[in-house]
């Protein structure tokens, strides 16, 4: 694991996989740019280097045999404690252990930790665990980013009107908001005052009139939109950013919305129909701007009056103190 991660993402909690994933075969991933293999043993998850000790090879292109993973190569086998447990050939078992990752199950999803003494696992949203809503994940490839750039993009609420025109914001003439910000040493939360009937095609097929919508911040790696109208919660939507490498990031997208009369799996299809597009282009931009990084190196982004959140993810992200912090600003989306 490079030293070049901030520091709370180095010693943070990352989900690998949903949990009803898992099933008779390894699954490979990259954390860090450290793979990681997972299985199940004893219909428990297991996290583990994807090492063999013998040779190196990778356990993930093994076999499970009975709660044990087998390497490709020699047929070496390890056990849930990553203990060596078989040699094929010889009744000999040498004091060998793979090395096993701390496991955490939550929202449905299995986390681990690379940090030698892993921190305690942070904050997550409470709609999450709300029975009173429908839930459901949307788990999407890998794509080119950078891990900050890309929580930062997905709370910042002046860049839709180039990015994704029509879809979410309308290109007509600007309404002023107010914005009421909260910032301090455990996140980030924006509320924009909205109370109209939303422009973009988005919101007005699956809203109607909103009255606010909300941006948070969940130190290291979470972020999360909320949309309400006067019935109370619309939808919500909670994306969980894994940095699989430098500027490799894999999202974790989990829907709440409340329950009516339209089944949870319309609901599902509509709103990965609609996000499926507004997807693509936060990839391409982001993607671009990795690119055009290449020509700069390290800069120093310019921070601007709409930049409300961004500031608090780096600091955060990097161990760097947040003060508590109460203001409002009026934008004009």
Same mark, same amino acid.
């Given at each position: 694991m490079?030293? @070049? +991660?901030?520091?709370?993402? @180095?010693?943070? +909690?990352?989900?690998? %996989?949903?949990?009803?994933?898992?099933?008779?075969?390894?699954? !490979?991933?990259?954390?860090?740019g450290t793979p990681v293999v997972l299985f199940l043993s004893?219909?428990?998850?297991?996290?583990?280097?994807?090492?063999?000790?013998?040779?190196?090879?990778?356990?993930?292109?093994?076999? *499970?045999?009975?709660?044990?993973?087998?390497?490709?190569?020699?047929? +070496?086998?390890?056990? !849930?404690?990553?203990?060596? *447990?078989?040699?094929?050939?010889?009744?000999?078992?040498? %004091?060998?252990? @793979?090395?096993?990752?701390?496991?955490?199950?939550r929202a449905g999803l299995v986390w681990t930790c690379l940090a030698e003494t892993p921190p305690p696992f942070p904050r997550l949203p409470a709609l999450l665990d709300d029975p009173a809503l429908d839930h459901f994940r949307w788990l999407v490839a890998p794509s080119r980013m950078r891990l900050l750039d890309g929580i930062e993009n997905m709370l910042d609420a002046s860049h839709p009107h180039y990015v994704h025109p029509w879809f979410l914001r309308g290109t007509g003439k600007r309404r002023a908001m107010r914005v009421e910000v909260s910032?301090?040493?455990?996140? !980030?939360?924006?509320?924009?005052?909205?109370? @109209?009937? %939303?422009?973009?095609?988005?919101?007005?097929?699956?809203?109607?009139?909103?009255?606010?919508s909300i941006g948070r911040y969940f130190p290291p790696t979470i972020g999360q939109l909320e949309f309400r109208t006067d019935r109370g919660l619309s939808v919500s939507l909670t994306a969980i950013f894994v940095p699989e490498d430098t500027d490799l990031v894999r999202p974790y997208a989990l829907f709440s919305t409340r329950r009516g009369i339209a089944p949870n799996w319309l609901k599902r299809w509509v709103l990965k129909a609609f996000n499926l597009p507004l997807l693509r282009q936060d990839q391409r931009v982001l993607a671009d701007q990795v690119e055009a990084l290449k020509d700069w190196g390290a800069v120093d982004f310019a921070i601007g009056p709409a930049d409300l959140i961004g500031p608090t993810v780096w600091r955060l992200a990097n161990g760097r103190p947040q003060a508590v912090e109460q203001r409002e600003a009026i934008l004009y989306l």
């Open positions: 490079s030293d @070049a +991660w901030p520091v709370a993402i @180095a010693q943070g +909690w990352h989900p690998l %996989a949903a949990l009803d994933a898992l099933g008779s075969k390894p699954v !490979a991933r990259r954390l860090m004893a219909g428990k998850p297991v996290v583990m280097l994807d090492r063999c000790p013998h040779r190196a090879l990778k356990l993930s292109d093994g076999c *499970v045999q009975g709660g044990t993973i087998a390497c490709p190569y020699h047929g +070496w086998r390890f056990g !849930a404690d990553g203990r060596c *447990v078989e040699v094929p050939g010889s009744d000999a078992v040498p %004091a060998v252990s @793979a090395r096993v990752l701390p496991v955490e199950i910032l301090g040493p455990d996140g !980030a939360q924006a509320v924009y005052h909205e109370n @109209a009937r %939303a422009e973009g095609i988005m919101p007005r097929l699956l809203e109607g009139k909103r009255t606010v």
